[in-house]
């Protein structure tokens, strides 16, 4: 369906959705820490926009630590996780409709419970939360992560093969007909597949948005390596070749904006996936993760030449990698016309 157009994240936007981190998911043994940092990363995002955040029934909130409480709205759903950029709606528009696409989310091909999760588009429009105007649509059949696509907004999908291709997603599907899944559901002309690249102690298989993203249509920011000695280096050095062979839609070479990698961070003996890939656009801002590392200002400065007119705000998330996740794998965007008029 060429006529549809998946909106670029930095297309305007109505709110943003998040899972609050409660006693009944993975954030259980570092509960205050991490409910912490999601009232960071709310009120940083409540100050430019809505944000939608789902909660357990009853649960106690610490409503005095959030700011502008009029741009916060709490609905009520118990979930698996928190992981809100791989379970969330995606939308597309459609002749100046707005259809929410509904994929299936089985915790990262069967790495984790799912069954709540998975069903969370479907309670949010029986709920209200979206525009009455705004359909759903019934993807269930597929499996698709929002982390694990990137949209220019003109018909360019960028993406990973070892996570669209891993066998516990959708078997043996071949790449041709999963891309030709993805140019009918999103109106995408073509698909840009990324073949290498991973951080350590990701569970996503290298979801796109840990590695890779659009600024714009012509430009992609992306993780450097310049450690030789660094596990990543080979992965990372293939990534970047491959970046440099892509074309834009208009035969260009992509203007490549290359993001530090993170000073290492480990769990024990385990490396953390500390990325600044995993930003997250706003209407008027761009939150940048923070890991308390000598490149956290490098990172910054580097986003706020890629983004110009929007405020650069960086947010500490050490709680998030604690889980394998970063600032843009806990939201993810409403597009402007999904939310409905009365929230």
Known sequence: MTNRQFPAEWANQDGVLLAWPHINTDWADMLDEA???????????????KVIVLIPENETLPQEQFGNKKQIHFV????????????????????????????????????????????????????????????????????????SIESDGEGTLLTTTECLMSPNRNGSMSKENIETELKRSFGAKRVLWLDYGYLSGDDTDSHVDTLARFCNADTIAYVKCAN?????????????????????????????????????IYDGEHRLPATYANFLILNKAVLVPFYNSSKDEEAI???????????????????LIKQNGSLHCVTMQLPEGTLSLGL
């Not at 000695?229 to 203007?255: C, V």
């Not at 400065?301 to 709680?319: S, T, W, Y």
């Open 76 to 147: 009520e759903y118990l979930t698996n996780d928190t992981w809100a950029r791989d379970f969330g709606p995606l939308f597309v528009k459609q002749n100046n409709a707005l259809i929410g696409l509904d994929y299936k989310f089985n915790g990262w091909g069967l790495k984790f419970s799912a069954d709540r999760d998975n069903l969370i588009t479907t309670r949010l429009f029986e709920k209200g939360i979206f525009n009455s105007e705004v359909a759903r649509e019934n993807h269930l059949s597929f499996v698709l992560e929002g982390g």
């Open 35 to 49: 409910q912490s940092c999601f009232i960071q990363i709310i009120n940083a995002i409540a100050a430019f926009e």
């Open 228 to 264: 030789a000695k660094d596990e990543h280096f080979p992965a990372l050095k293939k990534m970047e070749e491959q970046l440099r062979s892509f074309k834009t839609s208009e035969k260009n070479r992509y203007n490549l904006v290359p993001l530090p990698m993170a000073d290492a």
């Open 301 to 319: 400065n580097i986003l706020a030449k890629a983004f110009p007119e929007r405020q650069i705000i960086g947010i500490d998330c050490r709680p």
